[in-house]
């Protein structure tokens, strides 16, 4: 078991871009959640799906974020354009009914400048 | 609404000493009630959960929570720190669904 994988760890964009983070969650894991943490907001939940389905997005801060997943391995957060107050670690987790919470990964740091 | 209190910021224990973390929730039910562990730079570590049962619950690393209806607390504790114990501490409540997460307690440990 590979656990959750988050690509890229870090990125670094300048103001304006666009960026793309990535999650594989684990295989089996019908529910996915896309977290951002902060300094000064702590753990904020953002979105999540329940097989491949957008449950619940009322933490997305704006239009300017989006996520997909367009199948049960793989999931997309979209910030478009980014903003200096986006800087943050993203994380991923997953989890099943019934078993041992969620499951997280290491994250992306995103810095934009 | 559910939410999560962690009312301590920062704690230092000495290693070797015991330690308690204080977790109090707001909930509609008995909810399902997490600790987790986040070293500097890494993700989220489940330490243990509660969802029915005995009201105190082993988890990895030797620590232990206990599960206060009355008290809506979930504290955690540990017997004896380690200084590889130092990290963030989170208190997590909610349905596998949807977690809300305490601010957190980062915990030092001093020689």
């Known amino acids: 078991d590979a656990g959750v994988i988050q690509s890229p760890r870090h990125e670094v964009t300048e103001m304006g871009q666009e960026v793309t983070l990535r999650c594989k969650p684990i295989s089996g894991h019908n529910s996915l959640f896309w977290y951002r943490q902060t300094m000064m907001r702590g753990l904020e939940l953002l979105i999540y799906?329940?097989?491949?389905?957008?449950?619940?997005d009322s933490g997305m801060p704006e239009d300017r974020f989006s996520a997909k997943m367009p199948n049960a391995s793989f999931s997309t957060l979209k910030i478009q354009p980014s903003e200096p107050r986006d800087s943050a670690v993203y994380f991923c987790?997953?989890?099943?009914?019934?078993?041992?919470?969620?499951?997280f990964g290491s994250g992306t740091r995103l810095t934009v400048v | 609404a559910q939410s999560v209190t962690q009312p301590d910021i920062h704690i230092t224990v000495s290693e070797g000493a015991s330690l308690e973390l204080r977790c109090n929730y707001s909930?509609?039910?008995?909810?399902?009630l997490f600790w987790y562990v986040q070293s500097p730079g890494q993700g989220l570590q489940l330490l243990l959960k509660?969802?029915?049962?005995?009201?105190l619950v082993q988890g990895i690393k030797g620590f232990e929570a206990e599960f206060k209806r009355s008290q809506s607390s979930f504290n955690l504790r540990k017997p004896s720190v380690h200084w590889s114990d130092a990290a963030e501490y989170f208190c997590?409540?909610?349905?596998?669904?949807?977690?809300?997460f305490g601010t957190g307690t980062r915990l030092l440990v001093s020689p």
């Open positions: 987790a997953s989890s099943r009914p019934g078993t041992d919470g969620y499951t």
């Open positions: 509660y969802f029915s049962g005995d009201t």
């Open positions: 909930y509609g039910a008995t909810p399902y």
């Open positions: 997590a409540v909610g349905t596998f669904q949807k977690l809300v």
């Open positions: 799906f329940n097989n491949n389905v957008p449950i619940d």
